[in-house]
């Protein structure tokens, strides 16, 4: 069966060696020449929290995310995967339901997995472990590259992070569609969040950015004069 999915390919970030990077309609990236793959902000237990406090999310929000991630798996078949931070939402909401999902889906990876800490990953050590999942810090930089949660340029390093939830309106105020986005600029590329309960903003993008919106079978750019700010 021919491939109906579309990705896009950037040869190269910035001035860092074997930095060829696929992007996703998973929401994900892939640092195709190293292996790895990335994604921000899978903010585990988002709709738990909600569902704490009366809010009717669907029960199958986090497991959806996490075949989303099997996916992504399957067609990349990474070496390992690194998190740009934020895999928690809350640590309260990490219920024994939520805790079971995260765990079955990581006992299916057999790579290592890697995160950094975002603002919301409070209480994560612990967590983290119970899912064999390696904390590293709050940054991590590989020949050139610079991995943060936030996306704060560093001088001759190409930044790739998370955090800001980048997304795009296109269309009308009226019927416009809001669609999650990776967001690159000459040194920072910010990755969509990977939660699926996360609506997005363009408030974080940087000016004059590249977007590529992520539909549900594609990645596309988005031309400058269909975008909209809300």
Known sequence: MANETKEVVIDRLGHATRSRLVLSHHRVAFLEQRGTLLLADPHFGHHAAFRAVGVGIPADVLDADLRRLTMAVDRFKPQDILILGDVLHMKFAITEEVHASVHRWRS????????????????????????????????????GLHFNHY???????????????????????????????????????????????????????PRGAALFATGPTEVFRVPTSVRKVR
């Open 108 to 143: 299916s990876f057999r790579g290592p997995v890697r995160t950094l800490v975002g603002n919301h990953d409070r209480g994560l050590d612990e967590i983290a472990k119970a899912w064999n999942i390696e904390v590293i810090g709050s940054t991590f930089e590989e020949e």
């Open 151 to 205: 996306p704060n340029a560093v001088a001759n390093k190409f930044v790739i992070a998370g955090h800001e939830h980048p997304a795009t309106v296109i269309g009308s105020a009226a019927d416009g569609v809001r669609l999650p986005c990776f967001a690159l600029s000459e040194d920072v590329a910010i990755l969509p969040a990977f939660s699926g309960m996360a609506a997005g903003t363009s408030r974080g993008i």
